[in-house]
């Protein structure tokens, strides 16, 4: 029999506090300062102040709804050419599902041939167990000669976002495994997939976390080595679940098989140089292939969400000089007399992750900013040996700045586009995540357009990074974002490194 619903911790809070000054858990009444009186003159102000009216109804509320999507429908607008499709994508959504046995720790081929009772479930999936426990998603799937990759091409599996650690088994191979739940990852499996049936079996562990949690309402609190803060999806369980903060488990977000070209590009990454109306475009080439690989590319930049030509099909092809070390004349001779002391030589790729960086002028950039968030759509092209196109990608970005002023008085003042801004925001509670979730993105675009009608000019992603939706149509429709890491109060030491090498992955 599931016991009522259990607080949240920050239910808990307010519950200990209660109406008396007798504080618990180490909170402390903090009293406003002694505000001295002040009368200010009668008269009339130079200029007049017209506030928004308030809206007291729904049926009001529904109005201004109404007039902000069409007000900010352009900004949602493709207006920049579709890229080329270069790859083959198999969505992967139905799942077989269950929770581990001891049966499955003694024999574990018994769960990759499909033994157990399994339930059929639905990708995304998120919920219990809590704590210590392992789940398995199987699935079979079947590949025809058409989804084989051919000689020129490699097949990756694709997770967006497992919670927390998974291992991923293909045919009854381990082709990788991933810890952490935010960043997406991905194995090369074209070694262990055939044509006709294949089987996929995903090991999913859960643990307690830094700052301990229970496995059900009101029971004892554990700790664990699961980096997490206080907040998640939440998931439809009348006891726990009902509330965002129980760290649950599972593939909560999408996951494909997708064939791509043996070299491609991985990642794109533009980052404004406002000041000098200029972007500096970095491009993740992944190379599945050994031994060094000629590496040129054709960029277009052009509007996302409105009209303009910047550049097109410009071809780049990175290059550098032989760096001669201090006092090492005996290179500098060689290099000297074979001609090539100041010659520029070609960047080549080699097998994995190869990045390159190069800038180009925006003349006249129009500039993103909460009521205008006008976009750029930056196209990569990946080009063969007789300058075919080979992979094509795309990434959007808008030109403005963010800084914080350390030396201001106060300290810490904030400034969009070099102009001082006050941040006017709310936490998100998951509620965002089930619209991604859910694919419910009009739902989305409310709920970031009502933010937007109460005043707001920026959401706090509490505690979490999210789903990349949720920051894309932020940036369609001007709102900026603040995500944190998923900390909250206490970090082991001991998982220090893993900790940084979830920033550098989030940062990527």
Known sequence: MAKGKANDQFANIAKNLGHSNNLKDGLVRIFPKEIKPENLPMGNFEDEIELPKKMTTQEQLDAELKSMRKKFSPFLQKQAPEIINTRNKIELSK??????????????????????????????????????????YRKQFDLQSQNVPGDKESMFIHFNGVDYIAHVYINGYLVGSHEGFFAPFEFEIDKYVHQGENTLVVQVENDFIHKRNELEAGGEMYGGDKIYAATGPGFDDPSLGWHHCPPGMGIYQSAYLEVRPQKFIRDIYARPILKENKVEINT????????????????????DNFKEEVVKDKEVQWSTKTAIGLGNTFTEAMLSATGEKDKENALKAEKGDNFFKFTFVIPS??????????????????????????????????????????????????????????????????????????????????????????????????????????????????????SDLPLFGVLRKINLVKQLNKLEKWNN
């Open 365 to 482: 950039p129009k500039i993103w900013s909460p009521e205008h968030p006008y976009l750029y759509q930056v196209q990569v092209s990946f080009l063969g040996e007789n300058n075919e196109i080979i992979d094509q990608q795309m990434q959007t970005f808008g030109m403005r700045s963010f800084k914080m002023d350390e030396n201001s008085t106060p300290k810490g003042k904030f400034y969009l586009n070099e102009q001082e801004i006050h941040l006017r925001g709310a936490n998100t509670m998951g509620f965002e995540q089930h619209d991604v979730m859910k694919g419910d993105f009009e739902q989305l675009i409310d709920d970031i357009l009502l933010a937007k009608i109460a005043h707001m000019n920026f959401w706090r992603v509490t505690q979490r990074p999210v789903q990349e939706e949720v920051y894309d149509y932020c940036d369609h429709l001007g709102l900026m974002t603040q």
């Open 95 to 136: 799942f077989d599902w269950r929770i581990e046995t001891q049966a499955d720790q003694q024999n574990f081929s018994r769960v990759l041939a499909g033994g157990g009772e399994w339930d059929t479930v639905t990708i995304p999936h998120f919920g219990k167990p809590l704590g210590n426990k392992t789940t398995y």
């Open 284 to 303: 993740n080439l992944f190379s599945c292939l050994l031994g060094e690989q000629t590496a040129k590319f054709k960029i277009s930049i052009f509007g």
